[in-house]
């Protein structure tokens, strides 16, 4: 089983060097990676030797939201600690290096051959070492297991699919899990699913999903600012002409494919709706293609200052999606025609029911506020214009969504509680 992992590192390394050169996002996290030992040997010589050291490591942004909540609370608890955060993400970590300061340095993972993987341990020496839902890499994991030093993965979620399910790849989850001091599950289900695993792990439990805790303090941060969600000029004019706000967030092209015909329907049908669509990748091309659709009726968010009533805003910079969702009515959110719907909690934290594309079954709480109805699955523009239209034109159906969804996510708080418990349990 090792000698073809090794061999499918060697395999996976010469083909990230082949795909590096035809685009851009690979070749970023490849160079990212050839340049760590040369960041992190010349940092760590300058760090206090005394103070206690914590490695988490995070697959891509996504995953970091979850990890926030955890790393916030540990520069609570101790202010001493010195936290390194990794990614295997290139856009995740280019969006957390120059926008996260609350760890003290912010890196890539090391590629997982031993060589490596042994080089960045003996520079970093972590006292311990946090996990966050599923990106384990098997030397890593063996070698901080064969160190000694305690590892905990949070916000775990695994599941049985048929790939997992092969021998080979089941005996390298099973190996890889069972070096794990401490997991703590999202659900049950997570729960048992990697109990049936692997019967090894020694503490496992449920916490809960940190991401709730996340979106939570994220909320409040904003009410407490005050800030606006869109600027004082079109506000008061959603407000004069009663306006509903809908929120297309985090969309790719294909969902764009979905959602805008229904959209250019419901304008031409004269509906008192304000339409915001935030794309994912807020590139120009991208940002011209969805402008070209609606021509005049639509307007770029950084063009809001001189706003003249357009009914289709189209945000061309990040960051900005969040706090858009406060004034929504309703949402989509995308990824469901691609590669998987993203986050559903940040509209439901503030009371705001989703529509998502069907490519969510790696996502359970998605599941669970389809089976609530806090939210709703759609599989073509058909269904879209369907749910579009009934949460738009009816309150009752739509207001009881959005009271489902607000609901799931306080109710689901305190899995941060939960895991620093067992941080302060572990011998580090």
Request: some cysteine.
């Amino acid at each position: 089983m090792y000698i073809l992992y090794s061999l499918f590192l060697v395999f996976f390394r010469t083909l990230l060097g082949a795909l590096a050169l035809f685009d851009s996002k690979i070749r970023r996290g490849v160079e990212g990676k050839k340049h760590l030992f040369a960041k992190i040997g010349k940092y760590y010589p300058s760090i206090n030797p005394l103070h206690k050291r914590i490695l988490i490591h995070v697959s891509s942004f996504g995953e970091l939201e979850q990890a926030k909540p955890v790393i916030t609370a540990l520069k609570e608890k101790y202010p001493n600690v010195h936290i390194h955060l990794t990614f295997f993400s290139p856009s995740g970590y280019e969006n957390a290096v120059n926008s996260y300061s609350v760890p003290d340095i912010i890196t890539y993972l090391p590629f997982d051959s031993v060589g490596d993987v042994n080089w960045f341990l003996d520079i970093t020496k972590p006292d311990l070492v946090l996990f966050v839902r599923y990106d384990l890499w098997h030397n890593f994991v063996h070698e901080i297991h064969d160190r000694n030093i305690p590892m905990l993965l949070f916000s775990a979620t695994f599941d049985l699919s048929p790939g997992k399910t092969l021998p080979l790849i089941h005996s390298l989850y099973r190996k890889t899990y069972s070096f794990i001091n401490t997991i703590c599950t999202i659900s049950e289900l997570d729960k048992n699913a990697i109990e049936k695993l692997t019967p090894r792990v020694r503490d496992i439990s449920v916490a809960g999903d940190t991401r709730c805790d996340q979106v939570i303090a994220r909320r409040q941060a904003i009410e407490e600012s005050g800030d606006l969600a869109l600027p004082e000029n079109v506000m008061q004019i959603v407000t004069s002409e009663k306006l509903t706000i809908f929120v297309a967030g985090s969309t790719w092209k294909n969902d764009e494919e979905v959602i805008i015909p229904v959209i250019k329907k419901m304008l031409d049908a004269g509906e008192k709706i304000i339409n915001i669509i935030v794309p994912h990748e807020v590139d120009k091309a991208h940002i011209d293609d969805i402008k070209s659709k609606f021509g005049s009726e639509a307007i770029l968010f950084s063009l809001l200052s001189s706003y003249k009533n357009e009914k289709v805003i189209i945000v061309d910079s990040i960051g900005k999606l969040f706090s858009l969702y406060q004034g929504a009515m309703f949402s989509y959110v995308g990824g469901g025609f691609g590669s998987g719907v993203h986050n559903v909690l940040e509209p439901a934290v503030w009371g705001v029911p989703a529509i998502v594309g069907s490519n969510h079954k790696r996502s359970k709480e998605i599941a669970a506020l389809i089976g609530l109805s806090g939210a709703v699955e759609v599989r073509n523009t058909e269904e879209f214009d369907d749910t579009y239209k009934n949460w738009l034109l009816n309150d009752i159906p739509r207001t009881l969504a959005a009271v489902t969804a607000k609901n799931f996510v306080y109710s689901s708080q305190g899995a941060t509680e939960k895991i620093m418990e067992k941080i302060a349990a572990i011998q580090w």
